[in-house]
């Protein structure tokens, strides 16, 4: 709960151990407070902190859970005089933060990452040292006799530049996640400069909508330049589906959660005129600038020229084994990033619920680098990997696993 950006926390009820056992077999009963106190410290005419405390006096019994109850809830707010100053009423949150065992914790886990990527960063740098400088050696001597005798990545030079299916899906996911990486580096670098902090959950949920508008500038001309290089039409259904590839299924799922939050009362559902303004920056802001990237991208296009010619003909691909699917391996490609940044992406979606505040940026950043890095690694090392059992397609089989 929150009030003036000021974060609220409660005890709603409580649990009581018996010494016997319940007719359900439960040895637990619950009770729900039904009254609930705000201590609420002032200076002049600003509120300073709140302290919300339910009564274990006032309390009724919700152990039956057949049972249909009636609750009658009460309020009292207490105000309090204090010395603190408008400006530091956020220090208590940010000093609990930097001072307790959970900063510790952030420290371990950002060092864990660290070792993480250091240790993949030296496995890859030695395989490709081993395995693709000798390739690359053989290759560029002109012995034809042995390049004959080479197996692997050599053979489907002529097949990994084909064009890949799908062309329009393709480039409008490419330019969907640079719009996004875009949009979540600024982000960062508005909290940097201390114009976004994360008491003021409204100011960020505007950011958020403000600069993925402006962000698809990045997005229209990502999608129409890299369309244009492979296809000089088509170039106008990339960028519409770059439009909608992310907000489509934002937009279903918020609405989902939007008309739940409404139906059952709760203070998180959005109001409809708030709905009405993300409508509108998005029809007026976002796809106008969207459309204008995309002609300046078709505008200054170039055409791609591959080191070698397409083969006519696709080669054809050897039988691989289950592991080597694209199922199995953006399982593997998503699990090492995943558990260098699990605390923090914990930190993350608990800030998202409201129930915590995160309030080091800086590891949160650092964090965010090192899982780009480490996606980016494994994406390179599992494309050699697949391209050396003579498998080239690896146009769509790279970007699942980014």
């Keep these: ?102 900063k510790k914790i952030h420290w371990f886990s950002f060092v864990n990452s660290a070792v993480i990527l250091l240790l993949l960063m030296g496995l890859l740098i030695a395989f490709f040292f081993r395995r693709l400088r000798n390739d690359l050696r053989m290759s560029s001597s002109g012995d034809d006799e042995g390049e004959d005798k080479e197996v692997g990545w050599k053979y489907v030079h002529g097949d990994v ?45 505007t950011a958020c909508v403000m600069v993925y508008a402006l962000t698809s500038v990045v997005g229209g001309y990502i999608s129409a330049s890299f369309h244009s290089q492979f296809e000089a039409t088509g170039w106008g259904k990339t960028v519409f589906l770059t439009g909608i590839l992310y907000l489509g299924p934002f937009f279903i799922t918020m609405s989902i959660l939007n008309t739940v939050a409404v139906s059952y009362g709760a203070t998180a559902g959005l109001p409809f005129g708030t709905i009405m303004v993300v409508l509108l920056i998005c029809v007026f802001l976002a796809f ?26 696709p080669r054809e691909i050897p039988k691989l084994g289950w592991y080597r699917k694209t199922l199995p391996q953006m399982l593997l490609a998503g699990l090492l990033p995943s558990s260098a940044v699990a605390l923090e992406l914990h930190s993350l979606y ?53």
């Excluded at 609420?40 to 405390?53: H, S």
């Design 161 to 205: 530049f084909r064009h890949p299916q799908n062309m329009s899906l393709f480039c409008a996911f490419l330019a969907t996640g640079a719009q996004l990486l875009t949009m979540a580096f600024l982000l960062f670098v508005l909290a940097f400069v201390g114009t976004l902090y994360p008491y003021n959950r409204g100011a960020l949920c």
């Design 288 to 313: 106008p600038l969207l459309i204008l990237s995309g002609i300046i991208g078709y505008t200054f296009r170039s055409e791609f020229q591959p080191p070698s010619a397409p083969k006519r003909h």
């Design 1 to 102: 709960m929150y009030y003036d950006d000021l974060p609220l926390w409660g005890f709603i009820g409580k649990t009581e151990e018996q010494s016997w056992v319940l007719e359900d077999g439960n040895k637990l009963k619950f009770y729900l407070f039904k009254h609930v106190n705000f201590d609420v410290l002032y200076n002049g005419d600003q509120v300073i902190e709140i302290n919300a405390l339910g009564d274990p006096n006032d309390a009724v019994d919700i152990t039956d859970d057949a049972a249909e109850l009636d609750v009658d809830f009460t309020y009292s707010v207490s105000w309090y005089e204090t010395s603190t100053v408008y400006q530091n009423r956020m220090a208590r949150y940010t000093r609990a933060s930097l001072l307790s065992v959970h």
């Design 350 to 402: 608990t800030t998202f619920w409201g129930y915590k505040i995160t309030t080091l940026p800086a590891i949160l950043f650092v964090s965010f680098v090192i899982l780009c890095l480490l996606t980016a690694i494994l994406s390179i090392g599992m494309t050699y990997i697949q391209l050396s059992v003579e498998d080239h397609q690896w146009w769509w089989r790279y970007v699942l696993l980014l």
